[in-house]
């Protein structure tokens, strides 16, 4: 059986990025990938904060000079070395192999592109700022084979958003023009992680951002995903 730790076809590679968690904490994520994972793996991990770099697990630390949590996560994504990617966050983690949850559906299908624990987006849900749109999936924690990236501009997430409602723009764009690649999953190996309050503090940017993506798609037949908007 191969390291756990060797790349290529048939690894998976976990991206994560964390601006404020400190070491301790974001290594109990580290943990439990490393508990459920076995078969080969690596987590690629990035901020632009600097930490002591002697994680559990397979980890690849990265120190960036980037601003905002998306371009961390695009910059993983980027230097992932697996064949598949899972995206996670700081105040999540997992119980079981995605492997092992999500190899099965995937099958070999090039490209593909899955949102783990998505769900759908009920207009009718007082979201003032979605009532003229048709509801759309939200790729919430995204599954994905690497080729994705050449299919939406070399990133994962949108970079004219800082933090929050990405997985909303991915789920709008692949609802719309990736039916063929994209699919929504109800899989439920990541779960929530005692944390004490979300940060928000780029809710009200990121919420301009999406009413102006939508605006933008309605009205431009060949926008590209990564198309870069400003508040």
């Known amino acids: 059986m191969k390291s756990r730790g060797e790349g290529g076809e048939g690894m998976i590679s976990f991206i994560l990025t964390s601006v404020n968690e400190d070491y301790e904490y974001i290594d109990g994520v580290f943990q439990d990938i490393h508990r459920v994972c ?3 793996y ?4 990035t901020s632009e904060r600097e930490y002591t770099n002697d994680w559990t697990g397979n980890v690849r630390y990265i120190h960036t000079t980037e601003d905002t949590s998306v ?11 697996g064949n598949v990617i ?3 966050a700081d105040d999540h983690t997992i119980t079981a192999n995605p492997w ?5 559906q995937f099958n070999g299908r090039q490209p593909f592109l899955a949102g783990v624990k998505g769900y759908m987006q009920n207009t009718k849900k007082g979201i003032d700022w979605l009532d003229s749109f048709y509801p759309y999936q939200v790729y919430c924690f995204p599954f994905f084979t690497r080729n994705i990236l050449d299919i939406l501009g070399g990133v994962i997430f949108n970079e004219s958003f800082h933090q929050g409602l990405v997985d909303h723009w ?3 764009f692949a609802s719309k023009r990736l039916p063929l690649v994209s699919r929504l999953d109800t899989g439920h190996f990541i779960r929530t992680r005692s944390v004490a309050q979300t940060n928000c503090e780029h ?3 990121d919420n301009e951002i999406m009413k102006k993506m939508i605006k933008e798609f309605e009205n431009n037949e060949g ?7 400003e508040v």
Do not use: C, S, W
Request: charged share 20%.
């Open 86 to 88: 899972q995206v996670l």
């Open 42 to 45: 690596e987590v690629v991990f």
């Open 203 to 205: 809710a009200f940017h």
């Open 100 to 104: 092992n949850e999500l190899i099965p």
């Open 223 to 229: 926008m590209e995903y990564n198309t870069l908007v």
């Open 71 to 81: 371009k961390n996560y695009n910059v993983a994504a980027r230097e992932a070395r």
């Open 38 to 40: 076995d078969t080969p």
């Open 170 to 172: 991915l789920g709008f």
